[in-house]
């Protein structure tokens, strides 16, 4: 790829996949998938488009919007709306890129897709954030629709965003229709959505407990990066199954519990107090249990820990703090983000895993732990097209059985394409891969999107 830019992110998530494919007997199995990854690897089509706006001042303002249509092999395109400042193409590629196979091991009928701007919401008034939305959403609106592309949200769109955007959309289309999820619960939304991804993460690292020999949550630390959705919301799970929650972060630095008691509850409904007035942790008024550590991501502070979730953004695992991780005594690695974790922090992980057998670290990539968000974004797509609400307890059971079933896919997957010692665990990583890949290709090259020569 020598005569396009550099795009180190999306670079990043494709040499993830392409060698734990080339280090497994998959291709040596299905030579002709090697055609595939190279097909898969470039977006069905990419949307760029300035977004103007005006400010509370009366300014213009311009910001550079995107969508990045990349599968729909599987179904409509699938993916959230990032509006953050560091957002480019090489982000939004990588994060489709890893949506394809993620939405794969749902077993919905999702394809692939990423999109945002790089507007940041942080310090804008309300109705600037809606006048952006309307913007934004005038030329989106056209590449869009429930059997087309169905968007969500993402960093820095939420329920208030997700909300604007829909009106334009509706008044733009002249339709009401399933097109965007993370709707209100009175225009279409689904119970347990903003929990999603939290749940889902807990849930499937508890097969991992369980299949590991390692029991329940019942007094396992666990060490949380992010402050966000995917960290609340897990972080209350785990409190609710007897964990004990030691940290909580954001760009600012990290929170970090100092006792044995840990972060409570009321802690965490402070937490998303602070952040629903798009405020840092640093105006959080941390009691004497607690201590804030500015600039710093929680991994290397947080003592003894049984369990690391990273659930802020990209690469927040750098390989050094794999290792410190491995110091403290760490068993279990699952991504609430996606990509939270650097190849070399990967590496750690997987070695330790081939050289410590069943004393191991066990590692869980993005695309499987946190599928539970997206997941319940296709129960309310459901939901949409029945015309119907299921009750929280009939999402949360599916949202289970949808985890459960993304834990033993990447696991049996891994047991058939991936060698490993007696003891050792499989590879996780592998087998996520793996399994999302080999749906996503079989389905394109039932369709023509690939073929092998006669």
Known sequence: MSNLPSEPEFEQAYKELAYTLENSSLFQKHPEYRTALTVASIPERVIQFRVVWEDDNGNVQVNRGYRVQFNSALGPYKGGLRLHPSVNLSILKFLGFEQIFKNALTGLSMGGGKGGADFDPKGKSDAEIRRFCCAFMAELHKHIGADTDVPAGDIGVGGREIGYMFGAYRKAANRFEGVLTGKGLSWGGSLIRPEATGYGLVYYVGHMLEYSGAGSYAGKR??????????????????????????????????????????TVEDINAVMAIKEARQSLTSFQHAGHLKWIEGARP??????????????????????????????????????????????AIEVFENHRKEKKGEAVWYAPG???????????????????????????????????????????????????????????????????IAGFVKVAQAMHDQGDWWSKN
């Not at 947080?302 to 802020?312: E, N, Q, W």
């Open 299 to 344: 991994w290397l502070h947080v003592g003894k820990v049984d369990i690391a979730l990273p659930c802020a953004t990209q690469n927040e695992v750098s390989k050094e703090e794999a290792e410190g991780l491995l110091a403290a005594g760490c068993k279990f690695v699952a991504e609430g983000s996606n990509m939270g974790c650097t190849l070399e």
């Open 367 to 433: 695309k499987a732990a946190n599928c539970g968000g997206v997941a319940v974004s296709g129960l309310e797509m459901a939901q949409n097209s029945q015309r119907l609400n299921w009750t929280q307890a009939e999402v949360d059971e599916k949202l289970k059985d949808i985890m459960k079933n993304a834990f033993f896919n990447g696991l049996n997957t891994a047991k058939i394409y991936v060698e490993a010692a007696e003891g050792e665990l499989p590879s996780l990583v592998a087998g996520s891969n």
């Open 222 to 263: 666990v060490a949380l990066s992010g402050s966000g959705n995917v960290a609340q919301y897990a972080a209350l799970k785990l409190i609710e199954l007897g964990a004990t929650v030691v940290s909580l972060s954001d760009s600012k630095g990290a929170l970090v519990a100092t006792g044995e008691s840990g972060i």
